[in-house]
Nanobody, 117 residues
Framework: QVQLVESGGGLVQTGGSLRLSCAAS????????MRWFRQAPGKSRELVAT???????FYEDFAKGRFTISRDNAKSTVYLQMNSLKPEDTAVYYC???????????WGQGTQVTVSS
């Protein structure tokens, strides 16, 4: 079955950097679009960035210029490099992908990112 395992979260000061990793298994990784979401306390889960199977990238406005999504198909891993972190980036970050037929979403367990002011 599909498994997504995130790592790389932690505590960092404002202005610092972190690189999150998501190792995927149980799917032909290179064929799948991959996404990072985040969920802050008391808020809904929100999309952060997407990388397509063709390595085209999309970012939400808050992530543009600070975050970079990338993938290594040989390692079945997607990354999220986060720079210039702010306290409002504090959240649990989740890796996601999906099947269309039948429709199904796959999620990792999440990794906590805490940015101190």
């Amino acid at each position: 079955q599909v498994q997504l395992v995130e790592s790389g979260g932690g505590l960092v000061q404002t202005g610092g950097s972190l690189r999150l990793s998501c190792a995927a298994s149980g799917l032909p990784f290179s064929a799948y679009n991959m996404r990072w979401f985040r969920q802050a306390p008391g808020k809904s889960r929100e999309l952060v960035a997407t990388i397509t199977s063709s390595k085209i990238t999309f970012y939400e406005d808050f992530a543009k210029g600070r975050f970079t999504i990338s993938r290594d198909n040989a390692k079945s891993t997607v990354y999220l490099q986060m720079n210039s972190l702010k306290p409002e980036d504090t959240a649990v970050y989740y890796c996601n992908t999906n099947d269309l037929y039948p429709p199904q979403d796959y999620w990792g367990q999440g990794t906590q990112v805490t940015v101190s002011s």
